[in-house]
């Protein structure tokens, strides 16, 4: 095993096959998936380290929510997802089978469901992302033979359009820029998410080997989309600033890469650090990126080349929102000019 991961135990079994197992003193062994640094491994590894449960893979009794959650989290079809995709639906089917791991699945009914939906349904985001989540696992059931029928079947996901990550506006990225100079990882971690337009799952991949032209070279985690992005003045600013020998522009105080869940809690403190409102997130700098290209002129489809969205959707609404605020000034101009003229 070359990656020194701490806690992580190996051991071979009767045919010789090196398994990998998470143990601390006094708690439970368990078993971790494939190989060290794959993305299954780490995963688990991840969850195991944050202190989360994970599902017993032993003593489980068939037909219940246990067995088809873990029958689900080994399966093709979950394995097929993007890796992001997989870390949000992993930890929300873990809570789900320490809920209700012992109940028989085949007594699952669409009222339950309903008011599992209903509980949740203050925090939209979340609700929304749990009914997604549970109607993949009971999709998952009714194609390998476990139900009949899908009991969310028929029940609508919440209305409206949710904001999801506040945008950061210009007070925010100032704000930032003024607490962390030129030559500290937060202000490196602000520009790179800021110039590139990415999530924190490629941000914290990116090094100076995917330099090349002028351009840092990336294939998006979430997609498997292939991007080159041009590097803009301000980051290349903060990146000769922090020269180092890591793999990753980003690494923790003790010189290794960030996890993103790890990058997400430290760059939390950052923005704390600078006085920014709660719920100010990376994930908003992505979404200020966007809206810095749409303010600069360029069409959805300009934004997307950059920014690597699946869709032009989700961009076309910083271009509309740019657009009813240049027509709208546009509009006011003309009507004050012909008031004037008479």
Known sequence: MDLKLEFVDPQRDRQGRVRYYYFRR???????????????????????????????????????????????????????????????????????????????????????????????????????????????????????????????????????????????????????????????RERLALELLLCTAQRRSDVVKMGRQHIRNGAIEVRQQKTGTPLAIPIHPDLQIALDAMKSNHLTFMITCAGKPFTAPGFTNWFRKACNAAGLSKGTSAHGLRKAACRRLAEAGCSANVIASISGHAGLAEVARYTKAVDQVRMARDGMAMLIKARTAK
Request: proline share 3%.
């Open 26 to 184: 006094a708690g439970r062994r368990w078993r971790l998936p494939g190989e060290p640094g794959s993305p299954e491994f780490m995963a688990a590894y991840e969850q195991a380290m944050s202190g989360a449960s994970l599902i017993v893979t032993n003593r489980i009794r068939q037909g219940t929510v246990d067995a088809l959650v873990h029958s689900y989290l080994h399966s093709v079809t979950f394995n097929d997802l993007a890796l992001e995709t997989q870390r949000t639906r992993k930890n929300i089917l873990v809570r789900f089978a320490k809920e209700h791991g012992d109940k028989r699945v085949a007594k699952l009914k669409r009222e339950h469901v309903v008011i599992m939906f209903g509980k949740k349904a203050e925090k939209r985001f979340a609700a929304r992302n749990w009914l997604k989540t549970v109607r993949a696992l009971m999709q998952f059931a009714v194609s390998d033979g476990t139900l009949k029928q899908d009991p969310t079947d028929g029940i609508k996901n919440l209305s409206g359009e949710t904001t999801g990550y506040p945008t950061w506006n210009e007070e925010d990225i100032a704000a930032f820029q003024s607490r962390h100079h030129i030559g500290t």
